[in-house]
């Protein structure tokens, strides 16, 4: 049967607009904090296949998303290399910091496939339990991202001893890069082998780079992953986030090979419609919080976001994603207007 989300990722303009959300499986839904409940910690939760398949069916079972996207996080790539890893209630992400260049030489390259093996279980599950209309997606996060926090030890407001590495010692900051490059290329192949349609890169912190440093170290990066999947996978639509990429996302449509740009709720719809939808399937880009909002103020900006979209290679989703207060009853108002917009 036919996949909207797969049909509009690969380019093709649908009639039923395809809409999945960012964090869609998350701590909004109270069936996902019962399933939460059964797990010792965050990590434990991403690495427990039944536990995973569950949340992951939970949103797409409740609201008819036309894509599934995996329940996982993308702090598990530095676990798997050997960096220690939490997640703490009320502050997030946790890493023991890389604070010396040497210390990218100790971390373990040869582990990720075998480590991360629950994740690609738990995909194999999920997509004997999808409709047949429904795209199971997979991702991961850029290097950038990845290294931020494992150099931070955590999120951060200024990035000051990521940028001083990546400034000060670019030869130990691309080793490192060149390492998360290989393992991020890795793992998108590995869901792919374990079953996933279609995947996504998240580069959460590609906005805080002047233009240079974005070619370098969001952009090149990237396009080098998106070359490795591609090589081996050539069928499979890959999304890009660059977050808050301002006037780099044309960069990012135009050059990284990716199928689809993900946009955040800053960039203009006429940007969206007259420049990035010609090079590529642009998904997005609803405020978060306009959900919480609901309401008319919700269906209005959809409606604005869809005149302007929908009649190209499109997918709806939020700028970012689901935050915890918001209302369930919201999400399915969205999905409903969503699928009955008509050109």
């Known amino acids: ?183 991020v290329a890795d793992h998108l192949c590995a869901q792919i082998e374990a079953g996933v349609e279609a995947v996504q890169i998240f580069d959460s912190w590609a906005g805080v780079l002047p233009e240079d440093a974005f070619e370098t170290w969001c952009l090149g990066p990237i396009k080098r992953i998106i070359g490795r999947v591609k090589a081996l996978h050539p069928g499979i639509p890959i999304i890009v986030f660059p977050n808050r990429a301002g006037f780099f996302y044309e960069r990012m449509a135009r050059d990284s090979g990716a199928d689809a740009v993900s946009i955040d709720a800053m960039v203009p719809l006429n940007t969206a419609r007259d420049i990035l939808q010609k090079l590529v399937t642009v998904q997005g880009n609803l405020d978060p919080i306009m959900l919480v909002e609901g309401g008319t103020p919700m269906i209005e900006a959809a409606r604005r976001i869809l005149d302007a979209l929908a009649p190209g290679p499109f997918v709806f989703n939020l700028g970012h994603g689901i935050v915890p207060q918001t209302p369930p009853a919201h999400v399915a108002a969205l999905v409903d207007e969503v699928h009955r917009w008509r050109k």
């Open 1 to 183: 049967m036919t996949k909207p989300l797969l049909s509009a990722l690969k380019g093709e303009t649908t009639d039923h607009v395809p809409i999945w959300l960012m964090r869609q499986a998350g701590r909004y839904l109270p069936e996902y904090m019962k399933v939460r409940a059964r797990s010792k910690d965050f990590l434990n939760f991403c690495y427990s296949p039944d536990l995973a398949v569950e949340v992951t069916l939970q949103p797409v079972q409740r609201f008819g998303l036309d894509g599934a996207i995996i329940f996982s996080d993308i702090l598990v790539i530095p676990d798997a290399m050997g960096q220690k890893v939490a997640f703490e209630p009320g502050r997030g992400p946790v890493l023991e910091a890389l604070r010396d260049p040497r210390d990218v030489d100790n971390l373990d390259r040869e582990s990720l496939r075998a480590h991360l093996a629950p994740v690609y279980e738990a995909i194999t599950e999920v997509s004997k339990n999808l409709a047949d209309t429904v795209t199971l997606i997979g991702f991961a996060g850029a290097p950038w991202t990845i290294a931020s926090y494992m150099i931070e030890g955590g999120s951060s407001r200024d990035f000051a001893q990521l940028k001083s590495w990546a400034y000060g010692a670019p030869e130990s900051f691309n080793a490192l890069v060149d390492i998360l490059v290989d393992a």
